[in-house]
C-alpha cells in the first residue's frame, strides 16, 4: 500500500502514512498558463489510497488527474471532505444531482472509498462501496471533563451533537427556530438554559457561517458566559471565520478534513484503521 496526497490535503495525508508506517509518495501538480491543471505520481505499489478533500473545483479535477495517473491500480479514494454533498437531491426541475455525479466519477476509478460525516443519508445512497467515518466522537473528546453544554444550531444535527456530547460527558440542547410571521423568527434553547454556562456550539460542516452567527449572537444574548464553535469540516468560504470571531464566539475549532487555520482536531487515526 502506498499513500498519495492530493493538493487540498496534504497534512491529513502525511499523517494518515505516519499512522501507516508509510511515507507518501512523491507527486507533482503545477498550473498552466491558461488554467489547465498538470499531475504526476510516482508510485510502485499495486494498492494505493489517494487522499483529496473536495472543497473547490478545482480539488475535483486534480482527483480525476490523480485517478488517471494511477489508473493500472486498486485504489482507494479518501475523500475526507465529501463536497457537493449538499446536492443530495432535485430541488427543482433541470437541476443536476451533484452528489451522484460525483460518486459516479469517483467509484468509476476508485475500488473503496472512504470519507468522514457526509453530509446526508441520502447523499450516501449514490455511492455502492463507501466507508464513512464518523469524527464526533473525536470532537466530543476534545473536551472531555470541561464544564460545557453542546448546542446543535438547529434540529438536523441535533443527532450528531448528541454523539458529540455523549464522548464529552456534557449535557446537550438545540435551538428551536419558530416562525412568528413573514420576516420575524424567533428562537429558543429547546430544554436547556445556558445563562451562566460555557457553550459550545457543534455542527458538521461551517460554510459561510450564517447559522453560526445567528446562533452565536442569540446565545450571548441569553446569559451564555462563553460561546465556542467546532465542526468537522471548516469550509469557511466568504470570510466565515471573521464573521464567527465578530459575533463573540471566543474559539472555532475543527477536524483537518479541510485543511485550515482552525484544524486542531485530526482524523488520521480513524481513516487509517478503514485503509
Do not use: W
Request: aromatic share 8%.
Amino acid at each position: 500500500m502506498e499513500v498519495v496526497a492530493g493538493p487540498s490535503s496534504p497534512l491529513l495525508a502525511g499523517r494518515i502514512a505516519s499512522k501507516l508506517n508509510l511515507n507518501p509518495v512523491k507527486t507533482r501538480y503545477k498550473r498552466f498558463p491558461d488554467g489547465e491543471l498538470y499531475v504526476s505520481v510516482e508510485c510502485k505499489d499495486k494498492d494505493v489510497a489517494v487522499v483529496q478533500s473536495l472543497n473547490s473545483n478545482d480539488d475535483l479535477i486534480f482527483l480525476l488527474l490523480l485517478f488517471d495517473a494511477l489508473n493500472d491500480r486498486n485504489i482507494t479514494a479518501v475523500v475526507p471532505y465529501m463536497g457537493y454533498a449538499r446536492q443530495d437531491r432535485k430541488f427543482r426541475e433541470g437541476e443536476a444531482l451533484s452528489i451522484r455525479a460525483v460518486a459516479k466519477l469517483i467509484e468509476y476509478y476508485a475500488e473503496r472509498v472512504i470519507s468522514v460525516n457526509i453530509h446526508s443519508n441520502e447523499a450516501k445512497k449514490y455511492f455502492k462501496n463507501l466507508i464513512e467515518v464518523d469524527a464526533m466522537p473525536t470532537l466530543g473528546e476534545y473536551f472531555k471533563k470541561e464544564d460545557i453544554v453542546m448546542i446543535s444550531p438547529d434540529l438536523g444535527s441535533f443527532e450528531r451533537v448528541k454523539i458529540a456530547a455523549k464522548s464529552a460527558g456534557c449535557e446537550f440542547d438545540y435551538l428551536e427556530k419558530t416562525r412568528l410571521d413573514s420576516e420575524n423568527v424567533s428562537i429558543e434553547t429547546k430544554s436547556i438554559s445556558i445563562d451562566g454556562k460555557n457553550v459550545v456550539i457543534i455542527d458538521d460542516i461551517i460554510s459561510t457561517g450564517g447559522t453560526i452567527v445567528e446562533a452565536a449572537k442569540f446565545l450571548l444574548k441569553q446569559g451564555a458566559n462563553t460561546v465556542q464553535v467546532g465542526c468537522v469540516h471548516a469550509v469557511l468560504a466568504n470570510f466565515a471565520l471573521n464573521k464567527i470571531y465578530s459575533a463573540g464566539v471566543s474559539k472555532a475549532f475543527a477536524t483537518d478534513t479541510v485543511e485550515k487555520s482552525i484544524s486542531e482536531i485530526s482524523v488520521a487515526e480513524l481513516i487509517s484503521e478503514k485503509i
